[in-house]
């Protein structure tokens, strides 16, 4: 698909024509006759008047993504080759619905569409080019681009992507975009006694690669973001072994490492004037003689001892030690976020399509929550507490990687991880638990079946939203 903006009203093949039923003047008998009233994610295509009407309950962004996801999807099942589509609202939106519901993950299908996708023209009608609009135009479409990046990295399948892979797209990434990349090996774990990061990954035949992306605007910044990201390129379970029926879509695990490395990628391209670290733990949870077993005690990296109780609580062995590099070796960090697909009890407790954040400082999370639901995710605060920190004690190390209680398991995932995070930094941390939206087995408005690449947008829309600070 190829997105235009245009100022003249170009002879396409199609119109689409986002409506509620009422509205409709013209067709109005024959959209009757068709059963169309303008429900959400109704379309039909009248091809002797040359329009697609698809409905639109209600005028909100969302919205209008969706209806706008509709018809591309309606589209891509014909052989119309353009299509134009007047603008209403913002740019973002029509950019965001386009480019997001277009996407579609065939690397394993032997029959590919790619020849009926590809060559559509979608025009954006607007009322004139500006060289604000240009810009609002383009940078929808690096933002959307590195969502679907991110949907292809964790869509793709565990013996096709694990962590030297990882590795690997994120040095395109950089290379692309001149960021500065490490990666570092198990060697380098072992030297920097990032013992926790390091026992999750021992029975896999991947090892382990911890990856750390930098962009720095050209202008000095004045505030510094790290971003640290679970890639859990497969999680067995490990020893603790998942049941069949949740080990089936576990190629998600790496969606907070996903996320990073997109955010970076949308971020070098927006050209913000931040400066932003990506660290990203690479690993594969898996079973073995060689695998880590509940009962062990880990060192991680600052030297707090780690009962393991289970080995499927993983992510956050491996967050410890990337939390404790980025703070080790970053100085004076502004904002330090992290981005995981933690718990499944975050799926529970706020259902599949909402994100859990989490922190210490409430007003901090109060503006990630805010950013969030502004980019067009959907996400809620969880509140810690003195009473669920206790749960966390171990009588035999410093802490024990699971809760002794069953309820409360997103938060207290997150007070476990507030254990790495230090005194200087306790106030600027965020932890958001991707776990639901990262990965659907269902199409939902204008996200596909599978991965979502959740976490992108609203990462960037909270580092825009930095732009201002301390100027
Ligand atoms: N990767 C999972 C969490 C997860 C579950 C993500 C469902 C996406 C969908 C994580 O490593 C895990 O297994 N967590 C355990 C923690 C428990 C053992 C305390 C969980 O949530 O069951
Ligand atoms: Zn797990
Ligand atoms: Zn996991």
């Known amino acids: 698909?190829?997105?235009?903006?245009?100022?003249?009203?170009?002879?396409?093949?199609i119109e689409i024509i986002i409506t509620k039923n009422k509205k409709i003047k013209e067709n109005k008998e024959i959209l009757n006759t068709l059963g169309f009233k303008g429900e959400d994610e109704q379309c039909v295509i009248l091809p002797e008047s040359k329009k697609l009407y698809v409905g639109c309950s209600s005028d909100d962004k969302d919205s209008i993504k969706i209806a706008l996801a509709t018809a591309i999807r309606k589209l891509n099942t014909t052989n119309y080759l353009s299509a134009i589509i007047k603008c209403k609202k913002d740019l973002s939106t029509y950019v965001e619905?386009?480019?997001?519901?277009?996407?579609?993950?065939?690397?394993?299908?032997?029959?590919?569409?790619?020849?009926?996708?590809e060559d559509k023209n979608i025009y954006i009608l607007v009322d004139e080019i500006t060289?604000?609009?240009?810009?609002?135009?383009?940078?929808?479409?690096?933002?959307a681009n590195s969502v679907n990046m991110v949907r292809d990295f964790v869509n793709t399948t565990?013996?096709?992507?694990?962590?030297?892979?990882?590795?690997?797209?994120?040095?395109?990434?950089?290379?692309?975009?001149?960021?500065?990349?490490?990666i570092f090996d198990e060697d380098y774990l072992e030297e920097n006694g990032m013992g926790a990061m390091l026992a999750v990954g021992r029975a896999s035949r991947h090892k382990s690669k911890l990856i750390h992306l930098t962009y720095k605007p050209k202008k000095k910044a004045k505030i510094k973001v790290v971003l640290v990201g679970k890639g859990l390129t497969y999680d067995s379970g490990g020893l603790s072994l998942k049941p069949s029926d949740f080990m089936v879509s576990m190629k998600s695990d790496k969606s907070g490492g996903s996320a990073v490395l997109g955010i970076l990628n949308a971020v070098a391209l927006l050209d913000l004037p931040i400066e932003v670290h990506g660290v990203v733990g690479a690993v594969e949870n898996m079973i073995g003689g060689d695998a880590y077993k509940p009962d062990d005690v880990l060192v991680a990296k600052d030297g707090t001892t780690i009962e393991v109780r289970n080995t499927d609580a993983e992510g956050r062995l491996v967050l410890a030690d990337c939390l404790c590099y980025a703070q080790d070796e970053i100085e004076d960090i502004d904002y330090i976020l992290d981005f995981a697909t933690l718990t499944g009890a975050c799926v529970v407790g706020v259902g599949e399509y909402t994100s859990g954040i989490m922190g210490n400082?409430?007003?901090?999370?109060?503006?990630?929550?805010?950013?969030?639901?502004?980019?067009?995710?959907?996400?809620?605060?969880?509140?810690?507490?003195?009473?669920?920190?206790?749960?966390?004690?171990?009588?035999i190390a410093d802490i024990c990687n699971i809760s002794s209680t069953r309820y409360g398991g997103a938060i207290t995932a997150g007070i476990f991880l507030e254990n790495f995070i230090k005194e200087e930094n306790k106030q600027k941390w965020?932890?958001?638990?991707?776990?639901?939206?990262?990965?659907?087995?269902?199409?939902w408005g204008y996200n596909p079946h599978g991965a979502s690449g959740a976490g992108v947008r609203m990462g960037v829309e909270f580092i825009k939203g930095l732009e201002d600070v301390k100027r």
């Open 361 to 395: 400082n409430l007003e901090l999370n109060q503006k990630m929550v805010c950013d969030s639901l502004n980019s067009g995710e959907l996400a809620c605060m969880l509140p810690f507490n003195r009473y669920l920190k206790k749960t966390l004690k171990s009588e």
């Open 430 to 443: 965020i932890h958001i638990d991707i776990a639901g939206p990262a990965f659907v087995e269902k199409q």
């Open 131 to 143: 060289k604000e609009n240009t810009k609002e135009f383009e940078d929808s479409v690096f933002v």
């Open 158 to 182: 565990p013996d096709d992507f694990y962590p030297s892979i990882m590795a690997q797209e994120a040095v395109k990434i950089a290379s692309t975009n001149e960021l500065e990349c490490r």
């Open 1 to 13: 698909m190829n997105l235009n903006l245009t100022t003249k009203k170009i002879e396409t093949d």
């Open 97 to 117: 619905g386009l480019e997001l519901g277009n996407y579609s993950f065939d690397r394993y299908k032997t029959k590919k569409d790619e020849d009926k996708k």
